[in-house]
């Protein structure tokens, strides 16, 4: 239990660090390198959540960041699944950015399409989560992981793929 504790606090310390960061790291790498963060740690939080009752992960919850975001223990799941399709897609499109604006050699269009496809096949996997899920708990998602970009947003990510 106090394991768990010390892991959901590693969980609000690392989403605090998002809330920090200015404008202009949002969107980009440090961004990038706290989500990693908070997949790994909601990876522990699952682990932790085995052997939990769900009234008892309620208790540990009260008074955290968390505590309307995981009404369930089967929502850190969730957010970590989602959480990891935000990852494969941001990622995979970087990539495929740098590819067509400095490096397009003549293995670059396999490449390119190779990249693309991950980052729809992830944005599929989102939208399909995030129907599941609904608006109301998806748009808590992004609010808690500063995910303000366009692509994340619940009206455009319903509108494409």
């Known amino acids: 239990m106090a394991t768990l504790q010390r892991t959901l606090v590693n969980l609000e310390i690392l989403t605090e660090d998002i809330s920090f960061l200015s404008d202009a790291e949002r969107g980009h790498s440090p961004h990038l390198r706290l989500l990693h963060g908070i997949r790994n740690v909601l990876e522990e939080v699952e682990l932790h959540t085995l052997n939990e009752t769900e009234t008892g992960f309620q208790t540990l919850l009260k008074g955290s960041l968390f505590e309307d975001k995981f009404e369930r223990k089967r929502m850190v799941n969730v957010y970590k699944k989602l959480v990891g399709y935000v990852i494969t897609s941001w990622e995979a499109t970087e990539k495929a950015n740098v590819i067509i604006t400095d490096s397009f050699d003549e293995g670059a269009d396999k490449r390119l399409e190779l990249l693309q ?12 989560v995030a129907t599941a899920m609904g608006k109301a708990d998806y748009e808590k998602f992004t609010q808690v992981f500063a995910l303000t970009a366009q692509d994340w947003l619940w009206d455009n990510l319903r509108a494409r793929f």
């Open 117 to 128: 496809v991950k980052a729809i096949k992830a944005k599929s996997q989102l939208k399909t």
